[in-house]
């Protein structure tokens, strides 16, 4: 019995390991050896897809990315390059090649790639809806009907009039299926009627042209032209997926109702939820990311199963995504890069494989490429300038905004791939379509700006306030113009407007240098308060003497970055509320009420090849007396604050960023400027403690803090000026002695006059080429001080004269805090350093002393041309004060100081 219960067991394990090893054999394991034991990676595998997919992406990517970066120096936006680089990687081009397509792009691989392309689609589409903000559309819907209106009703009935010819002619090519023309009229319509409002985003803030008229209407139609043409696109879909007229009309009024309960119903809810969960203030978390995510992947799913494309789905979900605490761009900022870095490319990429320039072959296709792209073009741009021109803004202004919303971009290429998908359009149609996108999206960037160029657009401004004439330009109000308060603002020397760069790194040392130049409030200025219940009649304060005296304006600029990204574009429509919500702009406007000087502020938002261009064009536009630039405590443009180095150290003066940055603004600048290099000014530099070389342990972790900073008690300041003449030195001369009004101010003032001789000052002596005149400190020539009278005597003898003026006609209150003396030397520059040494960094306590010199050379392009030789100089000395380099405006003559 046990023999035959041990031969049943032992047959059953035979059994099953046979049929183990049987099965193991059939569903062997793939190879891990890979390319080692002679696998092919471009080989298709279903089980394994990842392998050529990456192929695919990198492939296509690159491709697209090189590319855009000699298209981006002509301003044209991504979608371009990716398109293209689409149709050179399809049939077209490398297509052509044998075995190209076939190995890169096999037919077996297409469903992978398009199912990650058509993720990315959806994505985006939801990150579209986030930018469209109903609430700039409500402010400005009448004018935004109107020309969103007329500039989608033309070039739709011009689509709906070719799309017999079309129909006519390549309805029946292989890859469609039979249509009712009304279905196929309705998508050709709003395939003309359309327009890019993603890539509008882009061109208006490249161009500086979102706070203007062109760019708010733009902005302001464009977005109901968004809605509007994705209703209609709904509606077409809807015709197509479904068998009859009341199945259609099921579908719509399904959508209608899914919008209703979008708005109504999901909206307020989320919206409950962003405030509950402090999501408004905070910034949203992980958990409120995926909900807003499943929500966008709800709708599409939703819009997908009753007959309507996805897309539609989630470009509602973004629509009702609130834009309150700036919520939909801290949003966009979490997904952007993965969707436009690598979903988007893959998405246009297979549109471009889907284009094939050799169905292009007959003059009969050739006639409707040019008539399709006629159609397109001149629809939008006669319907939206006409529109436009009714709404009173010149024809000029009027052909702009035409121009600009005949841009297709990337949303035509969503309408295409979607009528290609349902076989409304052959490869052919989809092919002259596609040739009809890039060349209107290509053309819009430089026809906006040949038709609104900036000098128009100020002669336009200019003229709109009725200060110039139209057709000659000069000033209707002589009283008023511009050179009119330069020769007001020539008869007093003394800074009454400032507009300060407010970067985050230099917050102390700017408010410590603007409050030395605000009027110091006196003693009796201020009164003992009661309470106002206590308060009788003769202790009230005499109502005049609560009225501050307000001598100085300020205005105060920052400057944000524009960069590449969906996020970076929507910050720009918001840029209005920056101007009161922006953390830096807020604690300056309270600095200023606190100093008794009037402030103002703004935040701009730019590339960083603008930055110069537009603080330069602030200060022009507020008549201002002085800019004045604080050089980076980093050494980078950004604000992005880098704890790795010593900020005090030279290199931060090397970064050529900054230094591009500075010397740009210098040469473009028409007002006096000041570049600050800040060394501890106001107390700012606070002394770090000498890091232990040992290892942290729980007690030194808790206790891991920065020293407390004590008040400072001596609140003074002690400023040294070597004056070597010139107009920056006799500006900066004129800065000193107003510094020097205020009460906590000293000042050594000191005139280096050049014997004969050699000194290294004699490179900086070039001709200023801001205008001033020529000045050469020491030549060596006999041409000399003591010998015949030349324009360079003269001018060394007004250099002389005007600080001889000054010197005598110092004011009493000023003569016990500010010595000027005149000291002849060989070596003068030499001789500057080392009196700084002596004059500077003998107060330890005090609140930082300053160093304040003309800029003089502008001969080149390098560190040292962007501070001057004499400043520069100061710096590689090692002097223990900062320094402030001094630049006058153009054309500023030596009489002007006298």
């Known amino acids: 019995m046990a023999a035959t219960i041990t031969t049943i067991v032992t047959d059953t394990i035979t059994k099953t390991v046979a049929m183990s090893a049987t099965a193991s054999s059939t569903a062997r394991a793939k190879a891990q050896g890979g390319i080692l034991e002679g696998e092919n990676p471009t080989q298709y595998n279903p089980k394994d897809p990842i392998i050529i997919f990456i192929i695919q992406a990198g492939v296509i990517i690159l491709f697209c990315r090189l590319l855009h970066w000699p298209l981006s120096k002509i301003r044209q936006p991504r979608v371009i390059a990716e398109v293209i680089g689409g149709v050179l990687l399809g049939p077209s081009v490398m297509g052509r090649i044998p075995g190209f397509t076939a190995t890169i792009f096999p037919a077996a691989a297409q469903p992978n790639l398009t199912l990650v392309a058509n993720i990315g689609l959806v994505l985006f589409l939801f990150i579209v809806g986030l930018e469209v903000d109903l609430r700039y ?8 009907l109107s020309v969103g209106l007329a500039g989608m009703a033309l070039p739709f009935g011009l689509g709906c009039a070719i799309a017999v010819g079309l129909h006519d002619q390549f309805s029946d090519e292989d890859g469609t299926e039979p249509v009712a023309f009304g279905t196929f009229m309705l998508f050709v319509g709003v395939a003309m009627a359309i327009t890019a409002f993603p890539v509008l985003c882009r061109i208006l803030t490249e161009l500086k042209l979102l706070s203007t008229s062109v760019g708010v209407i733009v902005l302001s139609a464009g977005a109901g032209n968004d809605v509007t043409g994705w209703v209609l696109l709904a509606l077409c879909v809807a015709l197509v997926n479904s068998g009859s007229g009341i199945s259609a009309l099921y579908v719509l009024l399904t959508a209608l109702g899914y919008t209703l309960f979008l ?7 989320f919206t409950w939820v962003l405030r509950r969960t402090r999501t408004f203030e905070n910034g949203p978390s992980q958990g409120i990311i995926v909900l807003t995510l499943m929500i966008a992947l709800a709708s599409s799913f939703f819009t997908g199963v009753i007959g309507i494309h996805p897309i539609f789905g989630a470009f509602m979900a973004g629509l009702i995504c609130p834009h309150e605490g700036g919520f939909a761009v801290k949003v966009t900022e979490k997904i952007e890069d993965l969707i436009s870095a690598l979903f988007l490319p893959l998405y246009f990429a297979l549109s ?11 003059a009969i296709t050739w006639g409707y490429v040019i008539g399709v792209l006629a159609v397109a073009f001149v629809g939008k741009f006669v319907g939206a300038s006409v529109a436009a021109r009714v709404n009173g803004l ?32 052959s490869q052919r149609t989809f092919t002259i379509f596609v040739v009809m996108a890039l060349c209107t999206t290509f053309f819009c960037t430089p026809l906006t700006m040949a038709l609104y160029p900036p000098w128009y657009q100020k002669k336009l401004e200019a003229w ?20 009119s308060i330069v020769a007001a603002k020539l008869e007093t020397s003394k ?7 407010l970067r985050l790194d230099n917050m102390p040392t700017v408010m410590t240098f603007v409050s030395l130049l605000a009027t110091p409030s006196k003693s009796g200025d201020t009164a003992t308060r009661q309470h106002p219940t206590l308060a009788g009649k003769s202790n009230s304060v005499d109502e005049s003497s609560k009225t501050p005296n307000r001598p100085l304006d300020v205005h105060g600029v920052r400057m944000i970055e524009l960069t590449d990204r969906d996020s970076s574009v929507m910050s720009v429509s918001d840029v209005e509320e920056f101007h009161w919500k922006d953390p830096i702009i807020n604690t300056f406007r309270n600095f200023g009420r606190l100093y008794n000087f009037s402030v103002s502020g703004e935040v701009a938002i730019a590339p960083e090849s603008s930055f110069a261009e537009i603080i330069t064009s602030k200060a022009a536009s507020e008549n201002s007396d002085l800019l004045v630039l604080p050089w980076s405590e980093s050494g980078s443009l950004h604000e992005q604050q880098s704890y790795n180095g010593n900020p005090a150290t030279p290199r931060r003066l090397e970064d050529t960023s900054y230094v591009s940055f500075v010397a740009a603004a210098l040469k473009s600048s028409t007002c006096n400027t000041a570049v600050f290099v800040n060394r501890g000014f106001g107390g700012s530099a606070v002394a770090r403690p000498t890091t232990l070389s040992r290892q942290a342990s729980k007690i030194s972790l808790s206790n891991d803090r920065g020293p407390a900073s004590s008040p400072i008690v001596d609140k003074s300041h002690h400023i040294f000026m070597p004056y070597f003449g010139g107009a ?28 004969n001789g050699s000194d290294g000052l004699a490179e900086s002596k070039e001709t200023e080429s801001h205008g001033s005149p020529v000045e050469i400190a020491s030549t060596g020539s006999s041409d000399s001080r003591h010998g015949k009278s030349s324009p360079i005597t003269q001018i060394e003898h007004s250099d002389e004269t005007f600080f001889a003026m ?3 006609s110092l004011p009493v209150e000023l003569s016990s805090r500010v010595v000027m003396e005149s000291i002849s030397s060989y070596s003068p520059l030499e001789e500057a350093i080392s009196r700084a040494q002596v004059e500077v960094a003998q107060n330890p306590k005090n609140a930082g002393d300053l160093i304040v010199v003309g800029r003089k050379d502008l001969s080149n392009e390098s560190g040292r041309a962007c501070l001057g030789l004499v400043a520069q100089r100061f710096v590689d000395s090692g002097v223990r004060a900062s320094i402030l380099v001094m630049q006058a405006r153009p054309s500023y003559t030596s009489s002007e100081m006298l």
């Open 263 to 269: 708005f109504f119903a999901v909206k307020p809810a």
């Open 806 to 808: 000054l010197q005598r």
């Open 728 to 755: 920056d030195g006799r500006v900066a001369l004129r800065l000193v002695l107003q510094l020097a009004e205020n009460p906590d101010v000293t000042a050594t003032i000191v005139h280096f006059d050049k014997l």
């Open 352 to 362: 471009g494989l889907s284009t094939n320039l050799g169905l292009l072959d007959t």
């Open 495 to 501: 800074i009454k407007t400032l507009l300060v760069h």
């Open 137 to 144: 559309l409500a402010s400005n819907w009448k004018v935004a």
């Open 464 to 483: 709109k306030k009725g200060l110039i004439d139209w057709d000659t330009g000069s000033p209707l109000t002589p009283g008023n113009d511009t050179s």
């Open 394 to 425: 010149v024809w000029r202004e009027s052909f702009t905004i035409g121009a600009l919303m005949s841009c297709k971009g990337l949303v035509e290429l969503f309408v295409l791939n979607i009528g290609l998908q349902a076989k409304i359009l």
